[in-house]
């Protein structure tokens, strides 16, 4: 790997570790708290989000582990 891809490769790991944090509180805000319909609505699309970001970021991290 580049350097540029190395300094990529440790940012996803960090960015995959926060987004999942940040899955993990929200699933626990629909598990433990009575939302209203917009929050949920809101909530919903960031999880959507997140979710599909993760996706691309995870995708990459393994792309560039396979070539270590």
Do not use: P, W
């Amino acid at each position: 790997l580049t350097y540029n891809e190395k300094r990529e490769f440790e940012s996803l790991i960090d960015q995959i570790a926060t987004g999942e944090r940040r899955k993990d509180e929200i699933n626990t805000i629909f598990q433990t708290q009575e939302l209203s319909h917009d929050v949920i609505k809101s909530l919903g699309k960031e999880l959507h989000t997140l979710v599909h970001d993760l996706q691309m970021k995870e995708e990459r991290r393994l792309e560039l582990s396979e070539r270590v």
